[in-house]
């Protein structure tokens, strides 16, 4: 039974766009198991519309109780934007919700994670144990506390809510079906369908293929970037890895610039990608070495200092009673294309952890004893219930794109089938950042799952 979440404060403000946003602050326990081991500060950004009635002393909006949205970011590890900077925020208001952005526990304002924060807790050990805490499965049970809280006036019968997950959103939303369906009304997943394994293995393995076919699809595009991209790994291997320092005090090694394919799963990826690989050996033919600025552009584009949850915690989003072990980087061996001295075309890496970027990245190379305490971890507890979603009486409503590079078709597709009731809106014209860069588009199929009769 989860209680409801300590309401520490809440305050209200309007921004353009006529939009009520309220900052809200909440605290609950690290671990509902045992709530003496101490408690977390929550934050999460509302957002509803704003209406001046030419009458004054007609009913303030602020007094209606309409149904709440809880929108779940991708990740794990990142914030959510404030709504008043999100496409969907006016398409889930106009449909009669007010929203509700949840900066998951670790993110964010939600008492953050990173490597100073997570050195006021003790050793690397009670570190590692720490960081135990911040999966889906305690997300899941803030979202219900949360819930409760925002709900607790509300009559019995509209205190439900609906829920909509974007990637590990998705993820999320999976395992709140299994665990507090009780508490849902309707539940929205966005390339997000969770492959119901026990370990990472699988996954990595489907995967890798997937991230073959982006290269594949990059160089037959931009077939002159074979050469330029080995010239720009001639550079940075020169000296080891040590040859090109970035401003964080870390290191831009070939293996990291490789990690600029985990933009090839983004509508526009390909593109972007070219641009670097374009300025990068322009500056080398004419200059010999790469300027600040564009060293500053790839590390931008690998956020991994910035969100030390997605680098330490993301394989262990698969594991159900198994270690990961450095998935990623063991199944990588199967897959000879990504080997830097192939012979052939440079394979940029995808959405992969691998245990050297914690030699690599600034601060990731301040955790790396606790990443790897994690990696061994073999008693997870389960995320999701097949039997739950198996008899699953909330409506489900899913769009799963064909060519996802983060979230394999096959094991969306399967999921879908194994929960009762879910209407999957499928395509291969959308990448995984659809709700970002497509969002009339894909609102409009999974909505229409909702809103049409069957004829």
């Known amino acids: 039974m989860i209680a409801a979440a300590k309401i ?36 999460a950004r509302s957002a509803r519309k704003v209406d001046k009635p030419a009458d004054p002393s007609e009913q303030d ?36 919700y007010q929203l509700l952005c949840l900066d998951q526990r670790g993110t964010g304002l939600s008492t953050p994670i990173s490597a100073s924060t997570l050195g006021l807790r003790g050793d690397d050990p009670v570190q590692a144990n720490y960081l135990k805490s911040f999966r889906a499965d305690s997300i899941v049970k803030d979202c219900e ?48 369908l969770p492959p119901l394994v026990k370990s990472p293995d699988q996954v990595y393995e489907r995967l890798y293929k997937k991230v073959i076919q982006r290269n594949e699809a990059y160089y037959q595009k931009y077939p002159e970037d074979v050469e330029r991209v080995k010239q720009i790994v001639r550079l940075l291997q020169r000296f080891g890895n ?63 200092d910035d969100h030390v949850i997605y680098s330490i915690l993301h394989e262990s989003i698969y594991c159900q009673g198994s270690a990961s072990n450095w998935t990623a980087h063991r199944v990588r061996n199967l897959y000879p294309e990504f080997n830097l001295s192939s012979g052939g075309p440079v ?19 301040k955790l790396e004893s606790q990443a790897n305490l994690v990696a061994a971890v073999g008693d997870w507890p389960p995320l999701y219930d097949e039997d739950q979603l198996a008899r699953n009486e909330v409506p489900v409503y899913a769009a799963v794109y064909m060519d996802d590079m983060y979230v394999d078709y096959d094991f969306a597709m399967e999921t879908a089938k194994k929960i009762r009731g879910c209407k999957v809106f499928v395509t291969n014209a959308m990448y995984h950042d659809a709700v970002r860069s497509k969002m009339d588009e894909v609102f409009k199929g999974v909505f229409t799952l909702r809103d049409d009769i069957i004829d």
């Open 242 to 304: 040590n040859t090109v320092r970035v401003t964080s005090d870390g290191f831009l090694s070939a293996r990291r610039f490789q990690q600029l394919g985990l933009n090839f799963g983004f509508h526009g990826g390909l593109d972007e990608v070219h641009d670097i690989v374009l300025c990068a050996s322009n500056e080398l033919t004419q200059f010999g070495h790469l300027t600040r600025q564009t060293v500053n552009k790839i590390e931008q584009s690998l956020p991994f």
């Open 8 to 43: 520490i404060e809440q305050r209200s403000h309007i921004v353009p766009g006529k939009l009520r946003i309220t900052e809200h602050f909440f605290e609950v326990p690290r671990d509902y198991s045992k709530p003496s081991a101490g408690t977390l500060k929550l934050f």
């Open 347 to 365: 394979y940029f890496t995808g959405e992969m952890i691998y245990p050297w970027m914690f030699e690599d990245y600034a601060e990731l190379r």
């Open 145 to 192: 506390a949360i819930r409760k809280a925002l709900t607790a006036d509300y009559p019995k019968e509209k205190q439900k809510w609906s829920i909509m997950g974007q990637s590990f959103g998705g993820f999320c939303c999976t395992t709140y079906l299994s665990m507090f369906p009780e508490g849902l009304r309707e539940a929205f997943v966005f390339g997000g």
């Open 61 to 96: 909006d602020k007094k209606k109780q309409l149904p709440w949205m809880l929108y779940l970011q991708g990740g794990p590890g990142f914030e959510c934007r404030s709504p008043q900077n999100s496409a969907y925020t006016s398409a889930i208001l106009d449909r009669g």
